[in-house]
């Protein structure tokens, strides 16, 4: 089993930047990746970024260039910059745990919310 916690969430201005943490207790050698979501009032939850193990990483459109996704140990991190109040939602990690090669699943954080706003 694989448990996860965020922390770093907060209220920002526009333009600001916050730092996302993300701790992984458990099984973290299973971990084949992590990554971010999140989920505003009314929306679906959307993929933000991920890291794979070999350290390749993607990025939705909507935060490409501002946003940057890093992993040490058993952490993984979500530096935001140049914040937009549209980027207001609940962040949540997530980590991809494989237990067979025939199966993974996906183990979730409680969130972290964030708020841009003047």
């Known amino acids: 089993q694989v448990g996860l916690v965020e922390s770093g969430g907060g209220l920002v201005q526009p333009g600001g930047s916050l730092r996302l943490s993300c701790a992984a207790s458990g099984s973290i050698s299973s971990i084949s990746a992590m990554g971010w979501h999140r989920q505003a009032p009314g929306k679906e939850r959307e993929l933000v970024a991920y890291i794979i193990g070999g350290g390749n990483t993607n990025y939705a459109d909507s935060v490409k260039g501002r946003f940057s996704i890093s992993r040490e140990n058993a952490a993984v991190y979500l530096q935001m910059n140049s914040l937009k109040p549209e980027d207001t939602a609940v962040y949540y990690c997530?980590?991809?745990?494989?237990?067979?090669?025939?199966?993974?699943?996906?183990?979730w954080g409680q969130g972290t919310q964030v708020t841009v706003s003047s």
């Open positions: 997530n980590a991809r745990v494989r237990v067979a090669a025939w199966y993974e699943y996906d183990s």
